[in-house]
């Protein structure tokens, strides 16, 4: 199973749909709201959101879901990455409920050899991250530094640091 991309993997236009999906919890919501001190109770609060929001309801916090879409692009983009070089645009274009499944795909816009060192290059992705019902709810766009296939193979291929059992 391939996990990440070197560099001549990438081709401008390609779009990786990002498998599975996953259904967010209440549970996977209030666990990243705690964990990241956002106590907002537009997203803790039932009553609080069904009283005093538009919403009715709450909302799942926006940096979980930038932060799940990123994950599942992983395999498909960042898996051999050397470092994530920039986010330049993050937009939350519709909310999040509990109980939605989001998707992710993501873009390849452009690549760019390195011009310090010949084993690399910065890819530039857009990923969209959507509901069931096909709603676009994120969208963000980051350049990733990937190795190029030489940098793989003078760093043990496919699975570096991966030991051999003892028999």
């Given at each position: 199973m391939q996990f990440g991309r070197y560099y001549e993997e990438f081709e401008v236009g390609a779009v990786y749909k990002h498998w599975p999906g996953k259904t967010v919890t209440e549970y996977d919501d209030h666990l990243f709201c705690l964990l990241t001190m956002n106590h907002h109770p537009l997203h803790m609060d039932a009553h609080y959101a069904g009283e005093t929001t538009d919403f009715g309801r709450n909302v799942v916090v926006g940096n979980y879901i930038y932060s799940l879409l990123l994950g599942m692009s992983v395999p498909d983009v960042s898996g051999k990455a050397i470092a994530n070089l920039e986010v330049e645009s993050l937009k939350h274009t519709a909310p999040t409920?509990?109980?939605?499944?989001?998707?992710?795909?993501?873009?390849?816009?452009?690549?760019?050899?390195?011009r310090s060192k010949d084993d690399r290059g910065v890819v530039h992705v857009a990923t969209r991250g959507y509901n069931q019902d096909g709603t676009v709810v994120c969208t963000f766009r980051r350049k990733v530094m990937v190795p190029k296939r030489s940098y793989g193979d003078t760093r043990g291929g496919e699975q570096p640091g991966r030991p051999e059992p003892r028999l």
């Amino acid at each position: 199973m391939q996990f990440g991309r070197y560099y001549e993997e990438f081709e401008v236009g390609a779009v990786y749909k990002h498998w599975p999906g996953k259904t967010v919890t209440e549970y996977d919501d209030h666990l990243f709201c705690l964990l990241t001190m956002n106590h907002h109770p537009l997203h803790m609060d039932a009553h609080y959101a069904g009283e005093t929001t538009d919403f009715g309801r709450n909302v799942v916090v926006g940096n979980y879901i930038y932060s799940l879409l990123l994950g599942m692009s992983v395999p498909d983009v960042s898996g051999k990455a050397i470092a994530n070089l920039e986010v330049e645009s993050l937009k939350h274009t519709a909310p999040t409920f509990h109980g939605d499944t989001i998707y992710g795909e993501t873009e390849v816009l452009d690549k760019t050899e390195s011009r310090s060192k010949d084993d690399r290059g910065v890819v530039h992705v857009a990923t969209r991250g959507y509901n069931q019902d096909g709603t676009v709810v994120c969208t963000f766009r980051r350049k990733v530094m990937v190795p190029k296939r030489s940098y793989g193979d003078t760093r043990g291929g496919e699975q570096p640091g991966r030991p051999e059992p003892r028999l």
